[in-house]
């Protein structure tokens, strides 16, 4: 009896996928439910394909990895088998969907999400969640108005508006999401201030637990058939399991990693250890909060406040003004910076002397003591750089200081999480693949039996797009190169009646270029850190001739079609800076597994981001554009090659004549108008 219910299951399992491909395929027809809901909607070979092998998954801990280029329409290839899942029991599968950042994580859930809802499943039921600093922690809000009578001078009256701000929204909202709080900048000074972190949060012991908006949107999240997270949440949610503090990402059948490019760098940073001074700061902060307003005869909690404030301060001006990263063990050789460290070790053993001997006295005072024992552990181990298995690197902001410890390597880490969940897995990206492969991706995360799939993008490239690389231009890294660049920049521009992207691998070639434009170019010139990334792609988009310089931000997420974007321009191939602590690491890790860290590391990376700029050129069907790559190393160097194989399949040239012919060209609206 036991061996018939036991060769049942997976014959009732096979027909259940069966039936689920059938209903996928038929959604997608000419005819299907999406074409009769969506308007404009057509069916695509390719994303017909890629949601059929989502709904052919065979068991719960099936890998699915799709390269699925632009135009492929992967968004809804993965939303429609998602919603229409079931079980052997008839119950609508869970599935988390996690994107590469907030901005794509609000677009997902606010524009594509209902419309494929509506048509295909709109019973289900679905759920936004977002990190905890995104949401307003009343318990810090009350907080901070006990204190604010005493704001710092020198922004006493910036922090008082912002305040009432906050207020009068705090007395509307219904959800908490600060998203909602569009008066204030993104870099709002008060908004640490309302907000908790994994460090100050009270859980259950909180006052305010019962109406914390953190706690309703975890239960809304608990209760939908879809939840739409980003993977910075689900990495910190990962590791809170991994650790005992509890979840805010539930249980699910089914992940889907949009942009899932990123997933490999987000996880290292997660399965990282690291303290910033700010959290230093923070506790300064409340230690010096609880003396001045609930436990004014400890004295010592103000004067460890103010030592751990300067402690942090110290350790941060140790360095340079100006952002930097390195190696943190080359940066403890130095004898000041080692006293620095150990004061601030002797400063977190007095808090947690102090802190112990009052447990229980205050529930915010207990925290603040699990807080010191946390940071001084952490502390310990980034200060014992001598340990292997671990790349050890710092980075700083204009205030901050962060310390690291990464893996190098989370393959391990990463398919043991994997295995212990009982989950399905789909990792989706329109650049995943070098040269066809998908080595590079899936060693990284230890995805060894994943099943992949390359789908091509249906557009023409070889008729809507060209690629161009200039002759005589100075070596990447030679002084003359930004003038090289802006001159070229400058004659293709006057022959484009369209927009024009300008990406850069650093900030120091867009800003030299910047000057070198300005006064020469009569178009509107747009440049990254003027304002908000959002504001810019208006500005950019509505002018429609538009000249956008920008960084790393602009290589990938931007989405503008038509004429407006018809010309991107990029300066040099986009390998990471070799001093790079983190890839350090990995060329590190790939030595010792006997492999050519240049051939498995540097070129695999930079392929894939030379990728995603590429992709901003050509958006659908319509467009027309020229990818401009100055760099001679794609044609002198042997490994050329990899990165022009791994490029759509469009026309090349080196004749500048011809690019500004085609730039010429009308487009199909001309024609018909």
Same mark, same amino acid.
């Given at each position: ?104 994580? %609000?677009?997902?859930? &606010?524009? !594509? /999400?209902?419309?494929?809802? +509506? =048509?295909?499943?709109?019973?289900? @039921? ?120 509890? %979840?805010?990402?539930? &249980?699910? !059948? /089914?992940?889907?990693?949009? +942009? =899932?490019?990123?997933?490999?760098? @987000? ?407």
């Amino acid at each position: 009896m036991t061996r018939g219910v036991s060769s049942a299951v997976p014959q009732q399992t096979s027909e259940i996928r069966s039936a689920a491909t059938v209903a996928v395929t038929q959604v997608f027809a000419e005819q299907g439910r999406l074409s009769q809901a969506i308007e404009g909607f057509q069916p695509r070979a390719a994303q017909v394909q890629m949601a059929q092998a989502i709904a052919q998954m065979s068991s719960d801990s099936a890998v699915l990895v799709v390269e699925a280029e632009t135009g492929t329409g992967k968004t809804f290839a993965y939303l429609a088998p998602a919603l229409m899942a079931h079980n052997e029991h008839g119950e609508r599968k869970k599935v988390i969907v996690s994107t590469g950042t907030k901005n794509l994580q %609000e677009q997902l859930f &606010h524009r !594509d /999400l209902p419309r494929v809802r +509506e =048509a295909l499943a709109p019973d289900a @039921i679905v759920a936004l969640l977002k990190g905890r600093s995104n949401y307003l922690c009343l318990h810090r809000m009350q907080q901070f108005v006990a204190q604010s009578g005493r704001p710092d001078p020198s922004v006493a009256i910036q922090l008082q508006y912002e305040a009432r701000v906050v207020r009068h929204w705090a007395n509307q909202t219904r959800s908490g999401d600060l998203g909602e709080l569009t008066e204030l900048p993104e870099d709002a000074m008060i908004l640490p201030q309302i907000t908790s972190t994994a460090d100050n949060c009270l859980g259950r012991d909180c006052p305010d637990y019962q109406d914390c908006y953190l706690v309703k949107a975890r239960q809304e999240a608990l209760e939908a058939d879809v939840v739409v997270v980003n993977h910075h949440l689900f990495f910190a949610d990962a590791v809170l399991k991994d650790t005992g503090f509890g %979840e805010l990402i539930p &249980h699910a !059948d /089914l992940v889907v990693f949009d +942009e =899932a490019h990123q997933v490999p760098d @987000i996880a290292s940073q997660y399965f990282s250890e690291s303290l910033n001074t700010r959290q230093l700061a923070d506790l300064a902060q409340d230690l010096r909060l609880l003396y001045s307003t609930e436990l004014k005869d400890l004295r010592q909690l103000g004067q460890l406040g103010d030592q751990l404030d300067k402690s942090a301060k110290d350790l941060r001006l140790q360095f340079g003004r100006d952002p930097e990263r390195g190696n943190w063990r080359e940066q403890k050789q130095r004898s000041a910076l080692q006293q620095d460290c150990v004061r601030l070790a002797d400063i977190l053993d007095t808090a947690q002397a102090v802190t112990k001997a009052a447990l229980g006295r205050n529930k915010t005072l207990d925290q603040c003591y699990e807080r010191i024992v946390l940071l001084k552990a952490r502390w310990q181990q980034l200060n014992h750089t001598e340990r292997t298995g671990y790349s050890f690197w710092y980075e700083t902001s204009p205030r901050q200081l962060n310390v690291h410890q990464t893996p190098l390597s989370v393959a391990d880490k990463f398919s043991s999480y994997m295995q212990s969940q009982s989950m399905q897995w789909v990792f989706t990206s329109a650049t995943l693949a070098v040269h066809g492969r998908f080595d590079h991706f899936t060693q990284r995360l230890g995805l060894a039996s994943a099943q992949t799939l390359v789908l091509a993008s249906p557009f023409d490239y070889a008729s809507q797009a060209l690629l161009y690389l200039p002759r005589y231009l100075p070596a990447p890294n030679d002084p003359k190169m930004a003038q090289a660049f802006a001159t070229e920049a400058l004659a293709l521009i006057e022959h484009n009646r369209g927009g024009t992207f300008l990406l850069f691998t650093s900030y120091r070639m867009l800003n030299q270029v910047a000057q070198l434009l300005e006064g020469q170019c009569d178009r509107l010139l747009l440049t990254q850190g003027s304002t908000s990334k959002r504001e810019l792609l208006e500005q950019f988009v509505d002018a429609g001739d538009a000249v956008l310089l920008g960084t790393s931000s602009f290589w990938e997420g931007v989405d503008v079609r038509g004429e407006a974007l018809s010309l991107v321009m990029i300066d040099k191939l986009p390998f990471a800076a070799p001093d790079d602590p983190l890839l350090q690491a990995r060329i590190e890790d790939c030595k010792l597994r006997g492999q050519n860290p240049f051939q498995q590391v540097q070129i695999p990376q930079a392929v894939i981001s030379l990728k995603q700029g590429a992709g901003r050129l050509i958006r659908d069907a319509f467009d027309r554009g020229v990818l401009v790559v100055c760099d001679n190393r794609l044609v002198q160097k042997d490994y050329a090659q990899t990165f022009v194989a791994s490029l759509p399949a469009m026309q090349r040239t080196r004749n500048r004549q011809r690019v500004c012919e085609f730039l010429a060209q009308p487009t199909d609206s001309d024609i018909d108008n």
